[in-house]
Structures are given as structure tokens and as C-alpha cells.
């Protein structure tokens, strides 16, 4: 690290990327918060954002970066001297995260991630806690967008289940339509996140109540549901799976073999997999793509809609406050449209 340019205190110049370090991963701030988040999905998410950031104080050009190997690309952040950012830095990386027209709640997520990296750099000794108070000291983004995110009508999950059954009537794709209809039934019965489903295990099924047990963020524990529709296409795929421990929905292989892992287990897909899925799934359908998030947001949508309260609805996604729920309605805006024009009259 010695080769680089020390940070001045004036001017916002800015430290650059040596491009590859020797330090030690456990002295790393990149690597101690990345570490420090209990899930696969936030360490996914926030490895983005810090090297989102690193891409902006070094300025690598487009061009460049795509000539980059994917590798160094996905560690980007990792050879970043994190600990030499001043405030001059920080509030420039503000600036420009701004100037990218952002979502609020996009750009503040980017703002989190740069405190605690910058805060575990403090933890490591590598800055002084007067330094990183000051660098640290920057404003959230004001403000708030139309949520994002779609609802997914049951005409298009007709759709897309009857493209599973499709599959299921060939020889060569059986088992692969067996697993994606039980995927897609299970998604839509739960709205269960992404890294919650590709991660649940065969143990997590009881039967006796058509419930699976799920550990979600924040190590919390919830049951949740299964419609009979569901019920029926999971125990199809079990039939074909089997009961041996492992992932309920595993890797398959082309041809719809299941792929075990080391231990002969069957191996869960990755959240990115089980995405490319549910894309897959929604283009055979010729509909138009959703995202497993958007199965969630419906689920979500769909029991507000049917009169379940807030709080149950709270339980049954997993979140912390009822405020995180509410801001997952996705009703159709013809439903709030016909809301307002049976409940709101002239006098």
C-alpha cells in the first residue's frame, strides 16, 4: 500500500485503486463488513454497492471496466484504501451518487454501505475515530418514489404454470417442469424472498399443515402456508426428488438431473438461479417478465386485499415493521381507482 498517494486534506483529490493489494483479508474493511452481514442476498447486495463506489472515486472508464476480468470486477472494492477516504471524499461520492438520478432509498442504501465499511476500517485501527466521524458525518437523500416492483395478475401465473405442464408432458423436460411448477406454486402461496426459497430444505416441509418453516432475515423463524394448488405440485416434485435431505428446489442439469453436492445432498440453486427461473419460466409463458421480488410484493398485495390485517400480513413476509408491509401493496391501480369512487362522495 505503500506506493499510493497519500489522501490531502484539501482539494478533493482522490486516492487512487491500486488495482490489486497484498493486505491481509482479516485487516480489510471490504472484507470485515461484508462478513458482518448475516445473509447471502445483503452480502450480494452491499459487495455491489461498495464497489459501485469504488468505481466512482477511481473513475475508471466504462471501457475499461468492461475490459476488466469478472473476477477483479466482483472484488473491485477489495483493493480500495478504504481507510484513506477524508471527508472531502465522502461528500464528493454523494454528490455523484446524486447526480445519477437515483431512486432516494437507492442512493442512501449506497451512503449505508460506505459508513460501515468506513466504520470497520475504524474497528481494524486503520483510521482515527476523529477521521471517520468526519467522513462519516453526511446526510441521507431526502425524498421518496412511486414504488417499484409490479403485481402479477393470475392470468399471467396460468401462463406460466401451464408452460411448467408443457414440460411435464415430455420426457426430456419432466422434471424440470415438475420442479418449476412446484417453485412457481410455492413463490406465489408464500411470497417468500428469493435467498429464503432457493435456500429451503426438504426438512422445512411438514405436510400434516401444508406449512414450511423458513429462516429469514435476521435469523427470525416464521411458518408459512401452502394452498392446496401448491400442496399438490410440491408433493408431484417430491415424488420425483425423493425425501432425501438436501435442497426442496435443487440444481438440475439440463436433462433435469438433480445435482448433489459432495455430501450426495441435493444442491439448493443459487438466488441468481432461481431468478434466471422464474425469467426463464415467464418468457415460455410469453408473458411479460416478473422477478421472484414481484411473487412477494403480490402475495403481500393479495392478502391486504382480501381483508387479512396488517400485522398478520407482517408476520406471515417476515418483516420487522408493519411500515416495511405497507410499502409492498401493489394492488392494481383500477382497485385503488374503484376504491375512491365507491368510498368518496360530494356532500
Known amino acids: ?26 485487516q480489510n474493511p471490504y472484507y470485515a463488513y461484508l462478513g458482518s452481514l448475516e445473509s447471502a442476498e445483503s452480502r450480494r447486495t452491499m459487495q455491489g454497492c461498495l464497489n459501485r463506489i469504488a468505481r466512482i472515486i477511481t473513475g475508471i472508464p466504462d471501457d475499461e471496466w468492461d ?24 461528500i464528493h461520492v454523494r454528490t455523484q451518487l446524486i447526480n445519477l438520478g437515483w431512486s432516494p432509498s437507492h442512493t442512501n442504501k449506497h451512503l449505508v454501505a460506505l459508513r460501515r465499511v468506513l466504520k470497520e476500517a475504524w474497528r481494524l485501527g486503520l483510521i482515527s475515530a476523529e477521521d471517520f466521524h468526519r467522513a462519516t458525518d453526511l446526510r441521507s437523500v431526502k425524498g421518496t418514489r412511486l414504488p417499484a416492483g409490479a403485481y402479477i395478475p393470475e392470468e399471467i401465473i396460468t401462463a406460466v404454470l401451464r408452460s411448467c405442464d408443457e414440460d411435464i408432458a415430455t420426457e426430456d423436460r419432466r422434471n424440470i417442469g415438475l420442479r418449476d411448477g412446484a417453485l412457481i406454486a410455492t413463490l406465489w402461496s408464500t411470497g417468500l424472498r428469493r435467498a429464503e426459497a432457493a435456500e429451503l430444505t426438504i426438512d422445512a416441509y411438514d405436510p400434516r399443515d401444508a406449512s414450511m418453516r423458513v429462516v429469514g432475515k435476521g435469523n427470525k423463524e416464521r411458518r408459512v402456508y401452502l394452498i392446496p394448488d401448491a400442496v399438490e405440485r410440491l408433493e408431484r416434485w417430491l ?22 453436492d459432495a455430501h450426495g445432498r441435493p444442491k439448493p440453486m443459487t438466488g441468481r438461479g432461481l431468478s434466471n427461473v422464474v425469467a426463464v419460466r415467464f418468457d415460455r409463458a410469453g408473458v411479460a417478465s416478473r422477478t421472484p421480488h414481484d411473487f412477494r410484493r403480490t402475495f ?3 392478502l391486504l386485499d382480501g381483508g387479512t390485517d396488517l400485522s398478520t400480513a407482517q408476520m406471515l413476509a417476515g418483516h420487522a415493521s408493519p411500515v416495511t408491509t405497507a410499502g409492498y401493496d401493489r394492488r392494481p391501480e383500477e382497485a385503488r381507482r374503484d376504491a375512491v369512487l365507491r368510498s368518496i362522495t360530494l356532500p
Open 300 to 302: 403481500i398485495s393479495r
Open 67 to 90: 475490459r476488466l476480468p469478472a473476477d477483479v470486477r466482483e472484488h473491485y472494492g477489495a483493493a480500495f484504501p478504504w481507510e484513506r477516504l477524508r471527508y472531502e471524499h465522502t
Open 239 to 260: 415424488a420425483v426428488r425423493g425425501r432425501k435431505p438436501g435442497a426442496l428446489f435443487p440444481a438440475l442439469r439440463k436433462q433435469g438431473q438433480i445435482v448433489y
Open 1 to 26: 500500500m505503500s506506493d499510493l498517494p497519500a489522501v490531502t486534506t484539501v482539494g478533493g483529490h482522490l486516492p487512487t485503486h491500486p488495482g490489486a493489494t497484498d493486505r491481509d483479508p482479516a
